[in-house]
């Protein structure tokens, strides 16, 4: 007997429930009575769905969701069991309609089955399940994610605090197993669910609620997908879109900021929580977090009239009447700046924190002072040119005096001790990182080449004279006629790199543009054309060599042509054709017909193309560069501006070159001072003490004593109100625009509604108007009928045939013309009878 009672228990809970026919009815007209009695089965057993009508369950389930039923949504959760994919699709619709509640409801009932850990790693996993192929949403889209995209604050949250998170995606050359059976399943459904995690990492909502800070996170995910739409073309687009979105999201984290405490905390903090680094011992902010968006590219951020001012401040310091000073006054001080640069750096080198040495230590006038060394420079190269012109001949033998053209050499050694000190305070990358430091440190390397080559020709030239026995190399380097060197010859080596270095010295001079607003934005304009002139040689070589061989290779097998046939004269020949200055003659053998024809084809295709098409092209590219530097001139001046500055506001380097090489007491007292400290640590100042910052909502902040070690740091204090702020704010947003767009619906409606009732006036008119005419006309009895039908129809309708009753007005307006046609087309056939 219990045998078989539990075989007929067995049979009732393996019995699968079947989806009934009027259960979508009943949820759409909301009749939660009516789906309990279609899901009830009378023995109090949920049991479970029949896979066949999986799809069935889950739109019922989704479409009580949609129409935002509670009482048919809880019918159906408490009456059916729902396995976790179906309630995933239902969070993603709870999710898509913005409903807390619904969201919540199935939370609890994921952890009522299975455990939240589980179902949060399932999220991910869901590209690998083929039964959502035909759902709305794209793969990859997890509740939290589409909470982000969306920007709802209050489901991010609530999915946060029960554990959601979103991880961040694999390299895309990751090899791992996750990764390659993703790219084996299915290849777009990978690449989609990559794109739509960066979307949810890339979101408002995320990165305010999600991370410990904001803005650096922020950075961070910029970088990174600024690098992925370079390794994944084909999401090019998606990805600098979510990477401007992370831009615009510091930048209104920035401005969330009221006060200047809550201001040098954001932008003098970055990774560190303490604060005792804070500022130099010259009293600048090292403004880390500023530093790191240079880096990082981060131009609207670091352009944002907030970091503007932080840095006109600094680099103006306490000199009065210089921001908005007149352009006369400041050339004047330059001038005098110039001129006593010596008297200045002596005073400084003496008394270092007087008057005049803190002066000396602003950055504007720091910068004035290494400009007007670098002019000294300048000028000592020009003056050494000029002696040169008026010694010639002693400069073109080996009698030339080391110390005629050698004095610039003072300036390099000082320039390479003060890269150096670059190097070693912003390491090996951070110093490459900048490409004027790359010019220096060829331009530097060159000079000193120079230099140590003349230095190798008199220390040879001294060893072999003392040898008797070397007499002819003896004579090879004290003799004057050039014509006799070698080719290598040390000498005229040297001299190569010393115009080649000079040449580069006064390029150097482009480095101060950014000071000044028009010459900063043509400075990084011939920037951005150099760089497009350098992809534009790439083609241009490949064409040239093309066209080069074919030439060449015609008039090598035939010695009568004077010009071409050589390679070297055909590389010139081709060379000088692209500025019209080759004669078009040396493409011309009469006594060979073919090959002269051969020839003159190749050459005028190869004008064609240089010529006519690449030049233009090249001058659309410069066009086009300076077109979009002249479109966001403000952005790129003042992004560049902010470099210039940043470099002056290090540590020390207030004595320009080549003072630079003395060594000052205050050097030497902050070598002891280290000595000392890394004997005695304790003795390092304490970290000061910041006040607790209040929240925006009003909610009490410990401020005892007691209390006070409990606190978060300063920073992280700081960041917490800024994010606060943020989503107020935020939330401020999206109800004003949705109260606009509720009022922008109405006003819509009205205006719709008023056009369908003149609409309705108007066809009323002009249907008695063709109801007077039929029943004057032969065609009055089809009018009639018609007319009388559409009467009845009118007259015998419910609520069913609403959406007929509208088609109505149209309907009898085309039978209306078709009648008219049918009238007007028996008056013709009488009137031809």
Same mark, same amino acid.
């Given at each position: 007997m219990d045998k078989n009672t539990s075989e007929k228990w067995q049979a009732i809970v393996n019995k699968k429930q079947h989806f009934p026919s009027e259960l979508t009815a009943a949820i759409q007209e909301d009749k939660s009575v009516l789906v309990g009695s279609l899901l009830s089965t009378g023995d109090g057993i949920i049991r479970q769905l029949d896979e066949a009508e999986d799809r069935l369950w889950r739109e019922a389930l989704n479409l009580s969701i949609r129409l935002g039923s509670e009482d048919t949504f809880?019918?159906?959760?408490?009456?059916?069991?729902?396995?976790?994919?179906?309630?995933?699709?239902?969070?993603?619709?709870?999710?898509?309609?913005?409903?807390?509640?619904?969201?919540?409801?199935?939370?609890?009932?994921?952890?009522?089955?299975?455990?939240?850990k589980m179902d949060v790693r399932s999220f991910s996993m869901a590209i690998f399940d083929h039964s959502i192929d035909d759902s709305q949403f794209a793969p990859g889209v997890t509740p939290l994610t589409l909470a982000c995209q969306k920007d709802l604050y209050e489901i991010v949250t609530m999915l946060t605090t029960r554990g959601h998170a979103i991880p961040l995606p694999h390299s895309i050359s990751c090899t791992c197993l996750e990764c390659r059976n993703g790219r084996q399943y299915d290849l777009l459904k990978f690449s989609l669910s990559r794109i739509n995690t960066y979307r949810g990492l890339a979101s408002r909502a995320y990165l305010s609620i999600a991370t410990e800070d904001p803005m650096l996170s922020a950075f961070r995910l910029s970088r990174e997908l600024c690098k992925l739409s370079k390794k994944e073309p084909e999401f090019k687009p998606q990805y600098l879109g979510l990477e401007e979105l992370c831009q615009e999201f510091a930048v209104e984290m920035l401005a969330m900021c009221r006060n200047q405490s809550e201001v040098s905390t954001i932008l003098n903090n970055c990774d560190g929580d303490e604060l005792d680094e804070q500022t130099f011992e010259e009293g600048i902010p090292t403004l880390s977090r500023l530093r790191l968006a240079v880096n990082y590219n981060q131009k609207l951020f670091v352009t944002h009239p907030i970091c503007q001012q932080v840095l006109s401040s600094?680099?103006?310091?306490?000199?009065?009447?210089?921001?908005?000073?007149?352009?006369?006054?400041?050339?004047?001080?330059?001038?005098?700046?110039?001129?006593?640069?010596?008297?200045?750096?002596?005073?400084?080198?003496?008394?270092?924190?007087?008057?005049?040495?803190?002066?000396?230590? #602003?950055?504007? =006038?720091? !910068?004035?002072?290494? $400009?007007?060394?670098?002019?000294?420079?300048?000028?000592?190269? %020009?003056?050494?040119?000029?002696f040169m012109d008026l010694y010639r001949q002693e400069f073109a033998s080996r009698q030339q005096n080391l110390l005629h053209n050698s004095v610039h050499m003072i300036w390099v050694v000082g320039f390479f001790w003060g890269e150096c000190k670059c190097v070693w305070s912003e390491g090996l990358r951070g110093y490459f990182r900048d490409w004027w430091n790359v010019l220096d440190m060829m331009a530097l390397s060159l000079y000193l080449a120079s230099f140590a080559l003349r230095i190798l020709i008199l220390a040879v030239s001294h060893f072999v004279c003392q040898d008797q026995n070397r007499v002819k190399e003896c004579a090879y380097f004290t003799q004057t006629?050039?014509?006799?060197?070698?080719?290598?010859?040390?000498?005229? #080596?040297?001299? =190569?790199? !010393?115009?080649?270095? $000079?040449?580069?010295?006064?390029?150097?001079?482009?480095?101060? %543009?950014?000071?000044?607003?028009?010459?900063?934005?043509?400075?990084?304009?011939?920037?951005?054309?150099?760089?497009?002139?350098?992809?534009?040689?790439?083609?241009?070589?490949?064409?040239?060599?093309?066209?080069?061989?074919?030439?060449?290779?015609i008039y090598v097998p035939y010695v009568t042509s004077p010009y071409l046939g050589r390679f070297n004269d055909t590389f010139n020949f081709l060379f000088w054709t692209m500025f019209g200055m080759a004669n078009k003659g040396y493409v011309d053998m009469p006594e060979f017909v073919l090959a002269e024809f051969v020839g003159r084809v190749l050459?005028?295709?190869?004008?064609?193309?240089?010529?006519?098409?690449?030049?233009?092209?090249?001058?659309a590219m410069i066009t086009n560069s300076f077109q979009k530097i002249e479109d966001d001139a403000d952005v790129e001046w003042k992004f560049a501006r902010s470099k210039l500055y940043l470099s002056y506001f290090r540590e020390g380097s207030t004595v320009p070159v080549p003072f630079n090489l003395i060594p000052s007491p205050k050097a030497l007292f902050y070598i002891l001072r280290g000595l000392f400290y890394c004997c005695n640590p304790e003795q390092k100042k304490n970290e000061p003490d910041y006040p607790p910052i209040g929240s925006v909502s009003n909610s009490t902040t410990n401020t005892s004593g007691a209390e006070g070690e409990d606190q978060a740091p300063y920073r992280l204090q700081v960041v917490k109100v800024l994010v606060q702020r943020y989503i107020e704010a935020a939330r401020r947003e999206f109800k004003e625009a949705k109260r606009k767009d509720v009022g922008n619906r109405i006003t819509e409606l009205n205006r719709v509604m008023g056009s369908l009732h003149s609409d309705t006036k108007q066809f009323h008119q002009n249907l008695l108007h063709r109801k007077a005419f039929a029943l004057n006309s032969h065609g009055g009895n089809f009018l009639g009928k018609y007319i009388t039908g559409a009467k009845n129809k009118f007259k015998n309708f419910d609520k069913n045939e609403s959406m007929q009753i509208i088609r109505a007005p149209f309907q009898v307006t085309m039978h209306l013309r078709e009648g008219v046609k049918k009238e007007e087309g028996?008056?013709?056939e009488k009137k031809e009878e």
């Amino acid at each position: 007997m219990d045998k078989n009672t539990s075989e007929k228990w067995q049979a009732i809970v393996n019995k699968k429930q079947h989806f009934p026919s009027e259960l979508t009815a009943a949820i759409q007209e909301d009749k939660s009575v009516l789906v309990g009695s279609l899901l009830s089965t009378g023995d109090g057993i949920i049991r479970q769905l029949d896979e066949a009508e999986d799809r069935l369950w889950r739109e019922a389930l989704n479409l009580s969701i949609r129409l935002g039923s509670e009482d048919t949504f809880s019918t159906l959760m408490l009456a059916v069991k729902f396995d976790f994919r179906q309630i995933h699709e239902a969070l993603l619709v709870a999710v898509d309609t913005n409903q807390p509640w619904v969201v919540k409801r199935l939370l609890d009932r994921l952890d009522q089955e299975k455990g939240n850990k589980m179902d949060v790693r399932s999220f991910s996993m869901a590209i690998f399940d083929h039964s959502i192929d035909d759902s709305q949403f794209a793969p990859g889209v997890t509740p939290l994610t589409l909470a982000c995209q969306k920007d709802l604050y209050e489901i991010v949250t609530m999915l946060t605090t029960r554990g959601h998170a979103i991880p961040l995606p694999h390299s895309i050359s990751c090899t791992c197993l996750e990764c390659r059976n993703g790219r084996q399943y299915d290849l777009l459904k990978f690449s989609l669910s990559r794109i739509n995690t960066y979307r949810g990492l890339a979101s408002r909502a995320y990165l305010s609620i999600a991370t410990e800070d904001p803005m650096l996170s922020a950075f961070r995910l910029s970088r990174e997908l600024c690098k992925l739409s370079k390794k994944e073309p084909e999401f090019k687009p998606q990805y600098l879109g979510l990477e401007e979105l992370c831009q615009e999201f510091a930048v209104e984290m920035l401005a969330m900021c009221r006060n200047q405490s809550e201001v040098s905390t954001i932008l003098n903090n970055c990774d560190g929580d303490e604060l005792d680094e804070q500022t130099f011992e010259e009293g600048i902010p090292t403004l880390s977090r500023l530093r790191l968006a240079v880096n990082y590219n981060q131009k609207l951020f670091v352009t944002h009239p907030i970091c503007q001012q932080v840095l006109s401040s600094i680099w103006c310091g306490n000199i009065p009447g210089w921001r908005g000073g007149k352009t006369r006054g400041k050339l004047m001080v330059s001038l005098g700046i110039f001129f006593t640069m010596p008297f200045l750096c002596l005073i400084y080198w003496t008394a270092p924190k007087s008057k005049i040495g803190k002066t000396l230590k #602003i950055p504007v =006038i720091k !910068f004035l002072l290494h $400009s007007s060394s670098y002019l000294w420079f300048i000028i000592t190269l %020009l003056t050494e040119s000029i002696f040169m012109d008026l010694y010639r001949q002693e400069f073109a033998s080996r009698q030339q005096n080391l110390l005629h053209n050698s004095v610039h050499m003072i300036w390099v050694v000082g320039f390479f001790w003060g890269e150096c000190k670059c190097v070693w305070s912003e390491g090996l990358r951070g110093y490459f990182r900048d490409w004027w430091n790359v010019l220096d440190m060829m331009a530097l390397s060159l000079y000193l080449a120079s230099f140590a080559l003349r230095i190798l020709i008199l220390a040879v030239s001294h060893f072999v004279c003392q040898d008797q026995n070397r007499v002819k190399e003896c004579a090879y380097f004290t003799q004057t006629v050039r014509d006799e060197w070698w080719q290598e010859d040390p000498q005229l #080596i040297s001299e =190569i790199l !010393f115009a080649v270095t $000079s040449m580069l010295s006064f390029t150097r001079l482009a480095y101060i %543009l950014p000071t000044h607003e028009s010459l900063g934005t043509l400075q990084i304009s011939i920037g951005k054309m150099i760089d497009d002139m350098a992809r534009f040689m790439f083609v241009l070589m490949i064409i040239g060599t093309a066209f080069l061989c074919g030439l060449n290779n015609i008039y090598v097998p035939y010695v009568t042509s004077p010009y071409l046939g050589r390679f070297n004269d055909t590389f010139n020949f081709l060379f000088w054709t692209m500025f019209g200055m080759a004669n078009k003659g040396y493409v011309d053998m009469p006594e060979f017909v073919l090959a002269e024809f051969v020839g003159r084809v190749l050459y005028g295709v190869y004008t064609l193309i240089i010529v006519i098409v690449l030049l233009n092209m090249l001058i659309a590219m410069i066009t086009n560069s300076f077109q979009k530097i002249e479109d966001d001139a403000d952005v790129e001046w003042k992004f560049a501006r902010s470099k210039l500055y940043l470099s002056y506001f290090r540590e020390g380097s207030t004595v320009p070159v080549p003072f630079n090489l003395i060594p000052s007491p205050k050097a030497l007292f902050y070598i002891l001072r280290g000595l000392f400290y890394c004997c005695n640590p304790e003795q390092k100042k304490n970290e000061p003490d910041y006040p607790p910052i209040g929240s925006v909502s009003n909610s009490t902040t410990n401020t005892s004593g007691a209390e006070g070690e409990d606190q978060a740091p300063y920073r992280l204090q700081v960041v917490k109100v800024l994010v606060q702020r943020y989503i107020e704010a935020a939330r401020r947003e999206f109800k004003e625009a949705k109260r606009k767009d509720v009022g922008n619906r109405i006003t819509e409606l009205n205006r719709v509604m008023g056009s369908l009732h003149s609409d309705t006036k108007q066809f009323h008119q002009n249907l008695l108007h063709r109801k007077a005419f039929a029943l004057n006309s032969h065609g009055g009895n089809f009018l009639g009928k018609y007319i009388t039908g559409a009467k009845n129809k009118f007259k015998n309708f419910d609520k069913n045939e609403s959406m007929q009753i509208i088609r109505a007005p149209f309907q009898v307006t085309m039978h209306l013309r078709e009648g008219v046609k049918k009238e007007e087309g028996m008056k013709e056939e009488k009137k031809e009878e």
